[in-house]
Protein backbone atom coordinates (compact mmCIF):
# COMPACT_ATOMS: atom_id res chain seq x y z
CA UNK A 1 0.00 0.00 0.00
CA UNK A 2 1.86 3.15 -1.31
CA UNK A 3 -0.52 5.13 1.65
CA UNK A 4 -0.26 3.28 4.44
CA UNK A 5 -0.12 5.78 7.80
CA UNK A 6 2.95 4.81 9.73
CA UNK A 7 1.89 3.80 12.95
CA UNK A 8 3.64 5.76 15.37
CA UNK A 9 1.64 8.70 13.50
CA UNK A 10 -1.21 10.05 15.98
CA UNK A 11 -3.24 12.32 13.78
CA UNK A 12 -5.58 13.26 17.00
CA UNK A 13 -2.33 14.38 18.63
CA UNK A 14 -1.56 16.64 15.84
CA UNK A 15 -4.34 18.09 15.66
CA UNK A 16 -4.77 18.79 19.49
CA UNK A 17 -0.95 20.26 19.36
CA UNK A 18 -2.28 22.69 16.63
CA UNK A 19 -5.23 23.70 18.74
CA UNK A 20 -2.91 24.33 21.41
CA UNK A 21 -0.64 26.70 19.70
CA UNK A 22 -3.36 28.58 18.44
CA UNK A 23 -4.99 28.67 21.84
CA UNK A 24 -1.63 30.26 22.56
CA UNK A 25 -1.71 33.01 20.39
CA UNK A 26 -5.65 33.89 20.45
CA UNK A 27 -5.50 33.73 24.99
CA UNK A 28 -8.56 31.12 24.25
CA UNK A 29 -10.09 30.51 28.07
CA UNK A 30 -8.58 27.36 29.66
CA UNK A 31 -11.92 25.91 30.13
CA UNK A 32 -13.11 26.55 26.31
CA UNK A 33 -9.58 25.17 25.43
CA UNK A 34 -10.69 22.16 27.11
CA UNK A 35 -14.24 21.44 25.46
CA UNK A 36 -12.98 21.79 22.28
CA UNK A 37 -9.91 19.31 23.37
CA UNK A 38 -12.29 16.78 22.96
CA UNK A 39 -15.52 15.88 21.15
CA UNK A 40 -19.13 15.59 22.85
CA UNK A 41 -20.22 12.24 21.92
CA UNK A 42 -18.22 9.12 20.44
CA UNK A 43 -20.86 6.81 18.89
CA UNK A 44 -19.23 3.16 17.79
CA UNK A 45 -22.38 1.02 16.31
CA UNK A 46 -21.83 -2.75 15.21
CA UNK A 47 -24.42 -4.33 13.16
CA UNK A 48 -24.18 -7.58 10.56
CA UNK A 49 -25.05 -7.40 6.69
CA UNK A 50 -25.88 -10.23 4.40
CA UNK A 51 -23.41 -10.59 2.33
CA UNK A 52 -23.98 -11.73 -1.80
CA UNK A 53 -23.22 -15.19 -0.58
CA UNK A 54 -25.96 -15.31 1.51
CA UNK A 55 -23.56 -15.20 4.81
CA UNK A 56 -23.21 -12.45 7.57
CA UNK A 57 -20.92 -10.01 7.78
CA UNK A 58 -20.71 -7.91 10.92
CA UNK A 59 -19.20 -4.30 10.54
CA UNK A 60 -17.87 -1.59 13.36
CA UNK A 61 -19.21 2.38 12.07
CA UNK A 62 -18.48 5.06 14.09
CA UNK A 63 -20.01 8.77 14.58
CA UNK A 64 -17.89 11.43 16.01
CA UNK A 65 -19.67 14.13 16.61
CA UNK A 66 -17.10 17.11 17.99
CA UNK A 67 -18.68 20.17 18.40
CA UNK A 68 -22.20 21.55 17.90
CA UNK A 69 -21.96 25.17 19.18
CA UNK A 70 -22.55 27.51 15.67
CA UNK A 71 -24.52 24.84 14.25
CA UNK A 72 -25.66 21.04 14.08
CA UNK A 73 -22.58 18.83 13.54
CA UNK A 74 -21.56 18.41 9.94
CA UNK A 75 -19.22 15.85 8.55
CA UNK A 76 -18.11 13.28 6.00
CA UNK A 77 -19.12 9.31 6.26
CA UNK A 78 -15.42 7.77 5.29
CA UNK A 79 -15.43 3.89 4.18
CA UNK A 80 -11.80 2.87 4.80
CA UNK A 81 -10.07 -0.05 6.16
CA UNK A 82 -7.81 2.35 8.30
CA UNK A 83 -10.60 4.23 9.72
CA UNK A 84 -10.43 4.45 13.56
CA UNK A 85 -12.10 5.91 16.70
CA UNK A 86 -8.73 8.43 17.06
CA UNK A 87 -8.57 9.79 13.52
CA UNK A 88 -12.18 9.78 13.16
CA UNK A 89 -11.93 12.24 16.46
CA UNK A 90 -9.17 14.42 14.39
CA UNK A 91 -11.09 14.84 11.25
CA UNK A 92 -14.51 15.64 13.72
CA UNK A 93 -12.42 18.41 14.85
CA UNK A 94 -10.76 19.68 11.91
CA UNK A 95 -14.77 20.33 11.07
CA UNK A 96 -15.37 22.47 13.69
CA UNK A 97 -12.55 24.53 12.69
CA UNK A 98 -13.25 24.32 8.57
CA UNK A 99 -17.07 25.76 9.84
CA UNK A 100 -15.72 28.05 12.07
CA UNK A 101 -13.43 29.74 9.99
CA UNK A 102 -15.69 29.83 6.77
CA UNK A 103 -18.52 31.07 8.65
CA UNK A 104 -20.78 28.66 8.60
CA UNK A 105 -23.41 27.56 11.06
CA UNK A 106 -22.06 24.22 11.10
CA UNK A 107 -20.32 22.40 13.91
CA UNK A 108 -17.61 19.77 13.22
CA UNK A 109 -18.54 15.50 13.48
CA UNK A 110 -16.88 12.59 10.87
CA UNK A 111 -18.04 9.20 10.92
CA UNK A 112 -17.10 5.70 9.19
CA UNK A 113 -17.11 2.11 8.62
CA UNK A 114 -13.81 0.12 8.74
CA UNK A 115 -13.58 -1.90 5.71
CA UNK A 116 -12.42 -1.96 2.05
CA UNK A 117 -15.21 -1.02 -0.57
CA UNK A 118 -12.98 -2.04 -2.95
CA UNK A 119 -13.96 -5.94 -1.92
CA UNK A 120 -17.80 -5.54 -2.22
CA UNK A 121 -20.63 -5.53 -4.82
CA UNK A 122 -22.49 -2.65 -5.32
CA UNK A 123 -25.49 -4.64 -3.59
CA UNK A 124 -22.95 -5.23 -0.38
CA UNK A 125 -22.41 -1.82 -0.68
CA UNK A 126 -26.10 -0.79 -0.38
CA UNK A 127 -26.78 -3.29 2.32
CA UNK A 128 -23.82 -1.94 4.89
CA UNK A 129 -24.73 1.68 3.87
CA UNK A 130 -28.47 1.16 4.89
CA UNK A 131 -27.89 -0.95 7.78
CA UNK A 132 -25.31 1.78 8.85
CA UNK A 133 -27.61 4.52 8.72
CA UNK A 134 -30.51 2.52 10.59
CA UNK A 135 -27.77 1.88 13.47
CA UNK A 136 -27.09 6.07 13.63
CA UNK A 137 -31.11 6.01 13.78
CA UNK A 138 -31.62 9.56 15.41
CA UNK A 139 -28.00 9.95 16.08
CA UNK A 140 -28.03 11.85 12.53
CA UNK A 141 -30.63 14.33 11.03
CA UNK A 142 -31.05 17.60 9.02
CA UNK A 143 -31.06 19.95 12.43
CA UNK A 144 -28.72 17.55 14.53
CA UNK A 145 -26.24 15.70 12.37
CA UNK A 146 -25.27 15.58 8.51
CA UNK A 147 -23.38 13.65 6.93
CA UNK A 148 -21.25 13.64 3.58
CA UNK A 149 -19.10 11.99 1.12
CA UNK A 150 -15.66 11.60 1.80
CA UNK A 151 -13.05 8.49 0.75
CA UNK A 152 -14.78 5.83 -0.24
CA UNK A 153 -18.23 7.03 -0.17
CA UNK A 154 -20.01 9.05 -2.97
CA UNK A 155 -23.46 10.83 -4.11
CA UNK A 156 -24.87 7.78 -4.23
CA UNK A 157 -24.55 6.45 -0.85
CA UNK A 158 -25.58 9.94 0.12
CA UNK A 159 -28.92 8.89 -1.67
CA UNK A 160 -28.82 5.29 0.03
CA UNK A 161 -28.51 7.15 3.04
CA UNK A 162 -30.89 9.73 2.67
CA UNK A 163 -33.42 7.54 1.59
CA UNK A 164 -32.99 5.14 4.55
CA UNK A 165 -33.43 8.36 6.47
CA UNK A 166 -36.53 9.17 5.51
CA UNK A 167 -38.36 5.87 5.45
CA UNK A 168 -37.89 5.46 8.88
CA UNK A 169 -39.84 8.39 9.77
CA UNK A 170 -43.13 9.97 9.74
CA UNK A 171 -44.74 10.15 6.24
CA UNK A 172 -45.94 13.37 6.91
CA UNK A 173 -42.50 14.78 7.69
CA UNK A 174 -40.57 12.30 4.90
CA UNK A 175 -39.68 14.72 2.59
CA UNK A 176 -38.60 17.58 4.74
CA UNK A 177 -35.96 15.12 5.57
CA UNK A 178 -33.94 15.76 2.18
CA UNK A 179 -31.08 17.93 4.11
CA UNK A 180 -30.19 14.93 5.93
CA UNK A 181 -26.96 14.30 4.28
CA UNK A 182 -25.14 16.37 1.53
CA UNK A 183 -23.19 15.47 -1.22
CA UNK A 184 -26.01 13.89 -3.19
CA UNK A 185 -27.24 13.17 -6.79
CA UNK A 186 -28.62 16.15 -8.39
CA UNK A 187 -31.74 14.18 -9.33
CA UNK A 188 -31.84 13.59 -5.40
CA UNK A 189 -31.97 16.59 -4.32
CA UNK A 190 -27.93 17.30 -4.84
CA UNK A 191 -26.52 21.08 -5.58
CA UNK A 192 -25.11 21.99 -8.54
CA UNK A 193 -21.08 22.50 -7.84
CA UNK A 194 -20.46 20.27 -5.31
CA UNK A 195 -18.60 17.67 -7.13
CA UNK A 196 -15.78 19.92 -7.65
CA UNK A 197 -16.55 21.70 -4.55
CA UNK A 198 -13.05 20.85 -2.64
CA UNK A 199 -11.02 20.94 -5.75
CA UNK A 200 -12.24 24.34 -6.71
CA UNK A 201 -11.75 25.87 -3.09
CA UNK A 202 -7.92 24.86 -3.50
CA UNK A 203 -7.60 26.14 -6.77
CA UNK A 204 -9.18 29.37 -5.38
CA UNK A 205 -6.34 29.51 -2.83
CA UNK A 206 -3.13 28.53 -4.98
CA UNK A 207 -4.45 31.76 -7.48
CA UNK A 208 -4.99 34.40 -4.27
CA UNK A 209 -1.08 32.64 -3.62
CA UNK A 210 -0.16 33.40 -7.22
CA UNK A 211 -1.61 36.71 -6.96
CA UNK A 212 0.56 37.57 -4.53
CA UNK A 213 3.56 36.17 -5.25
CA UNK A 214 3.47 37.24 -8.85
CA UNK A 215 3.15 33.60 -10.04
CA UNK A 216 1.81 33.20 -13.73
CA UNK A 217 -0.08 29.57 -13.46
CA UNK A 218 0.06 29.69 -17.37
CA UNK A 219 2.60 26.56 -18.36
CA UNK A 220 3.45 25.26 -15.00
CA UNK A 221 3.65 21.88 -13.64
CA UNK A 222 1.98 20.47 -11.17
CA UNK A 223 1.87 16.66 -8.73
CA UNK A 224 -1.17 15.27 -7.24
CA UNK A 225 -1.39 12.33 -4.63
CA UNK A 226 -4.74 11.35 -4.50
CA UNK A 227 -6.98 10.95 -7.66
CA UNK A 228 -10.49 10.59 -6.84
CA UNK A 229 -12.84 13.11 -6.32
CA UNK A 230 -10.24 15.96 -5.26
CA UNK A 231 -7.09 14.72 -6.90
CA UNK A 232 -8.84 14.41 -10.37
CA UNK A 233 -10.72 17.33 -10.60
CA UNK A 234 -7.88 19.67 -9.32
CA UNK A 235 -5.89 18.13 -12.06
CA UNK A 236 -8.94 19.39 -14.24
CA UNK A 237 -9.24 22.34 -13.34
CA UNK A 238 -5.74 23.44 -13.17
CA UNK A 239 -5.51 22.38 -16.93
CA UNK A 240 -7.94 25.01 -17.63
CA UNK A 241 -5.60 27.33 -16.11
CA UNK A 242 -2.61 26.20 -18.25
CA UNK A 243 -1.29 24.25 -15.62
CA UNK A 244 -0.11 20.21 -16.42
CA UNK A 245 -0.45 17.87 -14.05
CA UNK A 246 3.03 15.13 -15.23
CA UNK A 247 2.87 13.09 -11.90
CA UNK A 248 0.08 11.24 -10.19
CA UNK A 249 -0.36 8.50 -7.52
CA UNK A 250 -2.74 6.47 -5.33
CA UNK A 251 -3.10 3.43 -3.43
CA UNK A 252 -2.14 1.45 -6.81
CA UNK A 253 0.81 3.42 -7.33
CA UNK A 254 2.70 6.40 -8.79
CA UNK A 255 2.55 7.30 -12.89
CA UNK A 256 4.75 10.07 -14.87
CA UNK A 257 4.21 11.71 -18.17
CA UNK A 258 6.37 14.76 -18.79
CA UNK A 259 4.10 16.11 -21.46
CA UNK A 260 1.24 16.58 -18.72
CA UNK A 261 -1.77 13.93 -18.39
CA UNK A 262 -4.84 14.39 -19.78
CA UNK A 263 -7.36 14.69 -16.81
CA UNK A 264 -10.61 13.97 -18.01
CA UNK A 265 -9.65 10.22 -19.76
CA UNK A 266 -7.13 9.89 -16.95
CA UNK A 267 -10.23 10.42 -14.35
CA UNK A 268 -12.70 8.06 -16.78
CA UNK A 269 -10.19 5.32 -16.31
CA UNK A 270 -10.17 5.49 -12.54
CA UNK A 271 -13.84 5.64 -12.66
CA UNK A 272 -13.88 2.31 -14.68
CA UNK A 273 -11.46 0.60 -12.69
CA UNK A 274 -10.76 2.63 -9.14
CA UNK A 275 -7.21 3.07 -9.46
CA UNK A 276 -4.58 5.12 -11.89
CA UNK A 277 -2.74 1.64 -12.57
CA UNK A 278 -2.82 0.22 -16.37
CA UNK A 279 -3.52 3.65 -17.15
CA UNK A 280 -1.38 3.35 -21.38
CA UNK A 281 -0.15 6.99 -21.18
CA UNK A 282 1.57 7.29 -18.10
CA UNK A 283 5.22 5.56 -17.14
CA UNK A 284 5.36 3.49 -13.57
CA UNK A 285 7.46 5.42 -11.43
CA UNK A 286 8.32 4.76 -7.13
CA UNK A 287 6.72 6.92 -4.52
CA UNK A 288 10.37 7.96 -4.10
CA UNK A 289 10.34 9.47 -7.60
CA UNK A 290 6.97 10.96 -7.59
CA UNK A 291 8.25 13.07 -4.45
CA UNK A 292 11.60 14.37 -6.25
CA UNK A 293 9.55 15.24 -9.56
CA UNK A 294 10.42 19.14 -10.06
CA UNK A 295 6.84 20.44 -10.28
CA UNK A 296 5.77 24.12 -9.43
CA UNK A 297 2.22 22.76 -7.12
CA UNK A 298 2.40 19.49 -5.06
CA UNK A 299 -1.47 19.15 -3.83
CA UNK A 300 -1.95 16.03 -1.45
CA UNK A 301 -4.82 14.35 -2.17
CA UNK A 302 -5.14 11.58 -0.36
CA UNK A 303 -5.11 10.00 2.82
CA UNK A 304 -3.20 11.83 6.25
CA UNK A 305 0.11 11.30 7.44
CA UNK A 306 1.55 11.33 3.62
CA UNK A 307 3.91 14.32 3.55
CA UNK A 308 6.79 13.15 6.14
CA UNK A 309 10.38 14.80 6.65
CA UNK A 310 11.66 12.60 3.72
CA UNK A 311 8.67 13.63 1.64
CA UNK A 312 9.60 17.19 2.76
CA UNK A 313 13.45 16.54 1.84
CA UNK A 314 12.86 15.56 -1.33
CA UNK A 315 10.04 17.65 -2.51
CA UNK A 316 11.10 20.19 -5.37
CA UNK A 317 8.73 22.64 -5.62
CA UNK A 318 7.44 26.03 -5.16
CA UNK A 319 3.46 25.83 -3.41
CA UNK A 320 1.87 22.87 -1.55
CA UNK A 321 -1.82 23.04 -1.47
CA UNK A 322 -3.37 20.63 0.68
CA UNK A 323 -6.05 18.57 -0.88
CA UNK A 324 -6.66 16.56 1.88
CA UNK A 325 -7.15 16.21 5.64
CA UNK A 326 -3.20 16.20 7.20
CA UNK A 327 -1.33 15.44 4.56
CA UNK A 328 1.51 17.15 6.47
CA UNK A 329 3.32 15.44 9.64
CA UNK A 330 4.27 18.25 11.74
CA UNK A 331 8.43 16.68 10.86
CA UNK A 332 7.37 17.46 7.29
CA UNK A 333 5.82 21.08 7.81
CA UNK A 334 9.08 22.04 9.91
CA UNK A 335 11.51 21.18 6.79
CA UNK A 336 9.03 22.72 4.56
CA UNK A 337 9.34 25.86 6.35
CA UNK A 338 12.67 25.75 6.58
CA UNK A 339 13.21 25.32 2.82
CA UNK A 340 10.86 28.36 2.02
CA UNK A 341 8.30 26.08 0.58
CA UNK A 342 4.92 27.49 1.60
CA UNK A 343 1.94 25.71 2.50
CA UNK A 344 -2.15 26.39 1.99
CA UNK A 345 -3.22 24.17 5.02
CA UNK A 346 -6.00 21.94 4.72
CA UNK A 347 -8.26 23.78 7.15
CA UNK A 348 -8.33 26.90 4.86
CA UNK A 349 -7.48 25.22 1.32
CA UNK A 350 -10.19 22.06 0.87
CA UNK A 351 -13.20 24.29 2.67
CA UNK A 352 -14.76 24.25 -0.61
CA UNK A 353 -16.61 21.30 0.40
CA UNK A 354 -18.24 22.17 3.47
CA UNK A 355 -19.24 25.07 2.20
CA UNK A 356 -21.29 24.06 -1.00
CA UNK A 357 -22.66 21.32 1.47
CA UNK A 358 -23.78 24.22 3.62
CA UNK A 359 -25.61 25.57 0.02
CA UNK A 360 -27.01 22.30 -0.26
CA UNK A 361 -28.29 21.94 2.80
CA UNK A 362 -29.79 25.74 2.63
CA UNK A 363 -31.51 24.53 -0.93
CA UNK A 364 -33.13 21.68 0.70
CA UNK A 365 -34.65 23.53 3.85
CA UNK A 366 -36.36 26.15 1.39
CA UNK A 367 -37.13 23.89 -1.35
CA UNK A 368 -34.60 26.04 -3.69
CA UNK A 369 -32.41 25.03 -6.81
CA UNK A 370 -29.18 27.35 -7.76
CA UNK A 371 -27.99 27.28 -10.70
CA UNK A 372 -23.90 26.54 -10.94
CA UNK A 373 -22.92 30.16 -11.78
CA UNK A 374 -24.47 30.67 -8.31
CA UNK A 375 -22.80 28.36 -6.38
CA UNK A 376 -19.59 28.65 -8.04
CA UNK A 377 -19.73 32.31 -7.65
CA UNK A 378 -20.75 32.15 -3.87
CA UNK A 379 -17.63 29.68 -3.44
CA UNK A 380 -15.42 32.01 -4.84
CA UNK A 381 -16.48 34.65 -2.62
CA UNK A 382 -16.16 32.85 0.14
CA UNK A 383 -12.85 31.18 -0.64
CA UNK A 384 -11.93 34.85 -1.22
CA UNK A 385 -12.58 36.31 1.49
CA UNK A 386 -11.30 33.60 4.08
CA UNK A 387 -7.90 33.54 2.36
CA UNK A 388 -7.46 37.21 2.84
CA UNK A 389 -8.35 37.24 6.54
CA UNK A 390 -6.36 34.30 6.72
CA UNK A 391 -3.54 35.59 5.35
CA UNK A 392 -3.64 39.19 7.22
CA UNK A 393 -4.00 37.33 10.17
CA UNK A 394 -1.03 35.30 9.76
CA UNK A 395 1.07 38.38 8.96
CA UNK A 396 -0.22 40.45 11.83
CA UNK A 397 0.72 37.30 14.31
CA UNK A 398 3.23 36.63 12.62
CA UNK A 399 2.26 33.09 12.71
CA UNK A 400 1.53 30.90 9.98
CA UNK A 401 -1.27 29.82 7.68
CA UNK A 402 -1.96 27.14 9.22
CA UNK A 403 -2.18 28.31 12.97
CA UNK A 404 -3.97 31.45 11.50
CA UNK A 405 -6.87 29.74 10.03
CA UNK A 406 -7.11 27.64 13.50
CA UNK A 407 -6.94 30.90 15.38
CA UNK A 408 -9.90 32.49 13.26
CA UNK A 409 -12.10 29.53 14.22
CA UNK A 410 -11.17 29.08 17.82
CA UNK A 411 -12.26 33.48 18.13
CA UNK A 412 -15.67 32.75 16.45
CA UNK A 413 -16.37 29.53 18.88
CA UNK A 414 -14.80 31.47 22.06
CA UNK A 415 -17.15 34.40 21.10
CA UNK A 416 -20.60 32.19 20.93
CA UNK A 417 -18.91 30.37 24.20
CA UNK A 418 -18.85 33.92 25.52
CA UNK A 419 -22.33 35.41 24.72
CA UNK A 420 -23.99 31.85 25.47
CA UNK A 421 -22.01 30.80 28.66
CA UNK A 422 -22.80 26.97 29.54
CA UNK A 423 -26.19 25.73 30.75
CA UNK A 424 -27.46 25.37 33.91
Not at 33 to 62: C, H, T
Not at 303 to 314: D, H, I, S, V, W
Request: with cysteine.
Amino acid sequence: MTQEAQPEYQFFKVVQDYLDQAADVVHLPTHVREMLSQPKNELIVNFPVKMDDGSLKLFKGYRIQHNNLLGPYKGGIRYHASVSLDDLKALSAMMTWKSGLMGIPFGGSKGGIKFNPRDCSKDEIMRITRRFTHALGTHIGPDYDIPAPDMGTNSQIMVWMMDTYMNSISDTHKNAQRAVVTGKSLACGGSEGRNQATSRGVLHCILQWAQDNHFALEGKTAIIQGFGNVGGNAAFLLSKLGVSTIAVGDHSGYLANPEGFNAHKLMDHVAEHGAIAGYESGMEISRDDFFSTKADLFIPAALENQLGAKEAEMLDVKLVAEGANGPTTPDGENILKDRGIPILPDVLANSGGVTVSYYEWVQNRRSEIWDLEEVERKLETAMIRAYRRVDYFAREHNVDMRIASYCMALQALNQAYSERGIFP
